[in-house]
């Protein structure tokens, strides 16, 4: 199993770079067409054509408001529930976030569900939790 933790780590990496490059459809590639996905401020994407969409318009803001992209993923664990299902958690931090009076910095958890599907791992699922204790 240790190739396959390989393989979901690369996930999680082009995840990360793709996410901090404002590169919303490559970062779209990394989920299964019928994705699940609840944000950290309970918005819930029922397809990755949503899930993309959505995050396409966040990024634009985000774009605009010239926002400090330093998003990162510490602390990644993963349990297999099956040769081709895998239990990911994660940490969150994102450093250095403007807002409309500060700039602070943010944390939370991922949980996902990454199935394999023709040799790729896709995330299947995720829940977004932002907490207030900064992680770190």
């Known amino acids: 199993m240790k190739k396959e933790e390989k393989k979901i780590r690369k996930v999680f990496t082009d995840y990360v770079v793709f996410w901090n490059n404002h590169e919303i459809d490559k970062w ?3 989920f ?3 994705t699940k996905f609840i944000t950290w401020s309970g918005g819930r994407y029922d397809s ?3 899930n993309i969409e959505s995050h396409k318009k966040a990024h634009k803001f985000l ?3 010239k926002q400090n992209m ?3 993923l510490d602390d990644i664990s993963m349990e297999f529930l099956h040769d081709d299902i895998a ?3 994660a940490t969150w931090i994102w450093t250095d976030f403007k807002t409309d ?3 602070e910095d943010r944390s939370g958890y991922l949980t996902m569900v990454l ?3 023709d040799d790729r791992w896709l995330i299947k699922t995720t829940q977004n939790t932002r907490i207030d204790k900064v992680l770190g």
Do not use: C
Request: hydrophobic share 30%; no cysteine.
């Open 28 to 30: 779209g590639v990394l």
């Open 32 to 34: 299964t067409e019928d």
């Open 87 to 89: 239990l990911v958690y």
């Open 101 to 103: 009076d500060n700039v």
């Open 115 to 117: 199935v394999k599907s």
């Open 63 to 65: 774009q605009e408001s």
């Open 70 to 72: 330093t998003y990162q």
């Open 48 to 50: 990755n054509k949503a």
